[in-house]
């Protein structure tokens, strides 16, 4: 299967300005992204998305590749759909969110695999298990309900599922997908849906359009970088890797 895995890099972020090139053990993140997930055994090309010159330009010195996509796409899915079609070859699209510096490129290729038993799958993503009670009430981490085999219910914001008895795991949304690349051209045209627009969670729209969404579990703990302190771990983590 020919795998396209694409790292949206915007430069513009509420919190942390010119996120995307801030450093991490001396090298731009972004970089650090794209060093990992071009290590997945499964992805055929990686390419970072961005809107800005300078991303574009700290990618290709580092010797990576990268495309300009335009600035006034709505969403992240928007500015995917237009990747994929610049690609008619890809026939599977991997989205890498461009703050994700500690993907690991084991779970990249686990997300593609699950393709490759079911034939008639159009999107997949990831989840990881909360036990920290605060962490499961942040609104700021989505949480997920499958079912027994491991496709989507529901995604929310709010605690997943009400804890009235006590034993049954909660789930974050980690939010790394994969699509076939003709869904997600259409999925990229379909209206937004009220429960979308309700959670501000592009991926119900899916649901509620009655597609299918397979859910990997991993055990996998993320850092994401959305403030300065997440970057401060980071390197921190970088630093004892040796990297």
Do not use: W
């Not at 996120?19 to 001396?26: N, Q």
């Not at 993140?29 to 055929?44: I, L, N, P, T």
């Not at 990576?64 to 995917?80: C, V």
């Amino acid at each position: 299967m020919n795998v396209l895995c694409v790292i949206p890099a915007r430069y513009a972020s509420t919190r942390l300005p010119g996120k995307p090139l801030k450093d991490i053990a001396g090298k731009p993140m972004v970089c650090r992204v794209y060093d990992r997930a071009a290590k997945a055994a499964k992805v055929s090309r990686t390419l970072v998305a961005t809107d800005d010159e300078r991303i574009l330009q700290a990618v290709e010195e580092h010797g990576g590749e990268a495309m300009m996509t335009r600035k006034d796409h709505p969403t992240g899915t928007d500015r995917l759909a237009e990747v994929a079609a610049a690609f008619p070859d890809a026939e599977l699209i991997i989205n890498v969110q461009g703050d994700e510096p500690l993907i690991e490129p084991a779970l990249i290729d686990e997300l593609a695999s699950v393709f490759e038993t079911d034939s008639e799958l159009q999107m997949a993503t990831v989840k990881t298990e909360m036990t920290e009670k605060d962490e499961q009430e942040n609104p700021n981490n989505v949480k997920v309900v499958t079912d027994k085999n491991g496709y989507a219910l529901y995604f929310s914001r709010s605690l997943l599922p009400y804890p009235r008895h006590a034993g049954c795991p909660v789930y974050k949304h980690i939010g790394i997908y994969a699509y076939k690349r003709d869904f997600l051209l259409q999925y990229a045209k379909m209206e937004s849906t009220p429960l979308e627009t309700a959670e501000s969670l592009e991926q119900l729209r899916a649901l509620e359009n009655g597609y299918r969404i397979k859910v990997v579990e991993t055990k996998a703990k993320f850092v994401g970088v959305d403030t300065a302190e997440d970057l401060q771990k980071v390197n921190e983590i970088y630093q004892k890797m040796g990297l």
